[in-house]
């Protein structure tokens, strides 16, 4: 079956030199990939440009991705194939920077726009726009596939991780959403909808568990 695997992180420029970035190596992803590669799938694995996992991939392609938006050109351009499956495991930012503004010395706001921002212009207000949210497009872009989702959580707790990911599949019509983060506590879970969440002790349980929610060949 064609799978896509969206792994690492997307970055948002705040000149042409610095970025906005999320803590994520692409690890999960790309081992997932390798794991569906592996079972005889065809994987196209892609992967955030920041990601530093250093481990080889088995994946039949592999395409780097670097804004929300150009991995969302991406998943929008392979639409246009047969795709069974998509895991949409991408620590995606969840903002982009709006307008800059430095500061005076009496505090006097003035908009910046540079390609590269200077420390002498005294301290700076970033603006701060959310991005689109990828995973709410997939259904639109992929009528037929299974669509997995993810959340990572650090705040909250065990139930209100839970809420929130029965709150993605009612949203943007996704089969099933990854759970785990220190809000979910130790190992993952595999949540598909009225109440059911499966609970996974590690990787290759939810490695396994992936796969098996995929449509007979």
């Avoid at 392609?61 to 670097?66: D, E, L, Q, S, V």
């Avoid at 705040?155 to 990854?178: F, I, M």
Wanted: proline letters at 4%.
């Amino acid at each position: 079956m064609n799978c896509v695997v969206t792994a690492g992180p997307t970055f948002e420029a705040l000149d042409n030199v610095r970025r906005l970035t999320n803590f994520s190596t692409g690890r999960l992803g790309t081992e997932l990939a390798n794991f569906l590669t592996a079972r005889g799938h065809a994987v196209t694995l892609l992967l955030g440009e920041q990601a530093t996992y250093g481990g080889a991939s088995g994946a039949r392609r592999i395409a780097r991705y670097t804004t929300t938006a150009n991995l969302m050109e991406k998943l929008q351009a392979l639409a246009e194939q047969n795709i069974g499956a998509v895991f949409h495991a991408a620590a995606v930012s969840d903002f982009r920077f709006g307008k800059i503004w430095s500061r005076s010395s009496t505090g006097e706001l003035n908009e910046v726009n540079s390609r590269k921002l200077s420390t002498r212009s005294g301290p700076l207000l970033a603006e701060l726009l959310p991005t689109p949210k990828v995973i709410a497009h997939l259904r639109q872009w992929y009528p037929q596939a299974r669509l997995v989702g993810w959340k990572f959580e650090v705040d909250g707790d065990r139930a209100s991780v839970l809420q929130a990911a029965e709150q993605q599949l009612q949203d943007c019509r996704t089969d099933a959403c990854v759970v785990n983060g220190p809000a979910f506590g130790e190992g993952f879970g595999l949540v598909s909808g009225a109440g059911r969440c499966a609970s996974l002790a590690g990787e290759l349980e939810l490695f396994a568990a992936l796969a098996a929610l995929l449509p007979p060949r």
